[in-house]
């Protein structure tokens, strides 16, 4: 079984910084593609940033030059650096990690639960 578990949401002021962890877990054979996605009520959930298992990154264009992903292999963990927020990246924020699987041998998309970012003074 593999779960994704995502933290570090939260209230911050317009301006600020917060850092999302999206932890997998289970058993994992192989982490290829990860990415971060956001949805407010009322819309379909959008891609914010994406990186792959070579590190290759890209970016929505509302969020570029203020977001940064990046993946740590050795601990099975995604991040999203967030700096310069504003009000509209008020969103859930979901992981999303394509994995191999030790017990179906075949890659699958898993996401996280989900976690709340407000942006607001």
């Known amino acids: 079984q593999v779960q994704l578990v995502e933290s570090g949401g939260g209230l911050v002021q317009p301006g600020g910084s917060l850092r999302l962890s999206c932890a997998a877990s289970?058993?994992?054979?192989?982490?290829?593609?990860m990415g971060w996605y956001r949805q407010v009520p009322g819309k379909q959930r959008e891609l914010v940033a994406a990186i792959t298992s070579g590190g290759s990154t890209n970016y929505a264009d509302s969020v570029k030059g203020r977001f940064t992903i990046s993946r740590d292999n050795t601990k099975n963990t995604g991040y999203l650096q967030m700096s310069s927020l504003k009000p509209e990246d008020t969103a859930v924020y979901y992981c999303k990690a394509t994995i191999v699987s030790l017990r179906t041998w075949t890659g699958g998309d898993y996401w996280g639960q989900g976690t709340q970012v407000t942006v607001s003074s």
């Open positions: 289970g058993t994992i054979f192989s982490i290829n593609g």
